[in-house]
């Protein structure tokens, strides 16, 4: 995908050559007003930047009303767009892997990019895990079973491109004839502060203990010994997938150099697993705190393309920042008196920093991105949990089939209602003037609902 994007910003800027035009400061088009001209990638960008700039800028929505954005390509259009901007601003490499190969490709030497990642405190992927439903959320990455004979073995993390994945892993080692009898004891193991350190060459056994295996940053591969006393069935549980510290070499091998694979493994392919959509949550502007250094960041670079005009940009930062304020505080106030605590998305797992902000427990159908279908047990799990906490409602996203919290409610006997991840707006919003604190507003009074707030 990035290679193919650099063709086509190359070959646009090479048509535009050939045609006379040349994407040069001088020559690159401006509105009559001579106002700013900036494109944003999500809907929450977009709206900060109006909010600030108002009537001295131009702002452009990348991102067309209705379009999912994890499953959004820009077109040539879009990039000759950005190449045109004085500013560009996106959310960051977890959700616009595309948007470095159009900054390097550009050939608007005013244009000014802004990485909103950079900006913000960032959770990783699966850091709000714990906010899953304890029967069917995993604590680990991985489970695999391989039929052992009695002896040694050794089990190997390498760095890859220069660094281990982790400074440190843990893993539980069982005997068990399958997974799913144990899975839950290996959950609460993972879980506990209890864990026995071990460094490069320690020597592990399969017992009820959480290993917490130390990585030696001096070396290129970490090796731990693993010792079987009986031949039989043993499952490993890893808080990472083990192919993520894999280099030249298997990382599971016997006395004799021999590789060992699993007859089984949870879950059968990495494909299925968040991790791999990136190491870090992108919906950081679902946290409000986040969204102030942001238009801030806004505030000021506005200023810098504009000096004359600085005050007036500050201004409008703070102005908007107060209003943030007053959001978060009613978020803080409305849902600290509330009969549940948790709630179930029918859609994506988009709400792990709101949840993380106002201590709910929050468990999604989908992963970080709406293209990882849930399996039946995921969908069972979710069941279980309504069932068990005799929660009333689930919530779905209108840019996203609404069929799997249907089929969820029609189940557990539950009602529907709308969540917004706020990355995009359907057309009829945009023409209502939906803002995103409007929005927010709106998911606030849903959640009330949902988790019966007094």
Known sequence: MKKNL?????????IFSIGGFFLTPSNISKNSSDKLLIVTTL???????????????????????????HSFEPKPSD?????????????????????????????????????????????????????????????????????????????SFAKVQGEYADPAMKMIIQKSEDIESIEQKAKELMGSK??????????????EVTYLLNFNEEKEI???????????????FTEHMPTEFESDEHFFKDSKGNDIEPIMTEPESE????????????????????????????????SKKDPANKDFYMKNGENYNKKLEKLHANYLRSLSQCKQNQFISGGHNAFNYLARKYNLKMI???????????????????????????????YFE??????????????????????SPAHNLQKEQFQQGITFISLMEENLNSLKIGLECT
């Open 364 to 394: 999604a159908a989908y992963g970080i991105s709406p293209d990882s279908e849930p399996t039946p047990k995921k969908i069972k799990g979710i069941i279980d949990l309504a069932k068990e906490h005799r929660i009333k409602y689930i």
């Open 398 to 419: 209108k840019l996203i089939s609404p069929k799997m919290a249907e089929t969820i409610a029609s189940e557990v006997g539950m009602e529907v209602l709308v969540l």
């Open 79 to 155: 990039i000759v767009k950005i190449n045109n901007a004085d500013m560009f601003l996106y959310v960051g490499a977890e959700m616009e892997p595309w948007a470095h190969d159009i900054i390097e490709g550009a050939g608007n030497e005013k244009l000014t990019p802004l990485d909103a990642s950079s900006k913000v405190s960032l959770l990783k992927s699966g850091e709000n895990e714990e906010n899953d439903h304890e029967g069917e959320a995993h604590s680990f990455e991985w489970a695999g079973i391989f039929e052992l004979k009695a002896g040694t073995y050794k089990w």
């Open 43 to 69: 809907y929450p960008l977009y709206d900060f930047v109006k909010e600030v700039g108002q009537e001295r800028v131009d702002v452009t929505l990348l991102l067309p009303p209705g379009v999912e954005a």
């Open 222 to 236: 970490t090796v731990f010994t693993i010792e079987i006393a009986k031949d039989g069935k043993y499952v490993f």
């Open 271 to 302: 494909d299925h697993h968040d991790h791999h959509h990136g190491e870090y949550d992108p919906h950081f502007w679902l946290d409000f705190e986040n969204d102030q250094k942001i238009v801030i960041a806004i505030a000021d670079l506005l």
């Open 194 to 207: 209890n864990q026995d350190q071990k460094k490069n060459n320690d020597i592990i056994t399969p017992k």
């Open 6 to 14: 650099l063709i086509m910003v190359v070959a646009l800027l090479c």
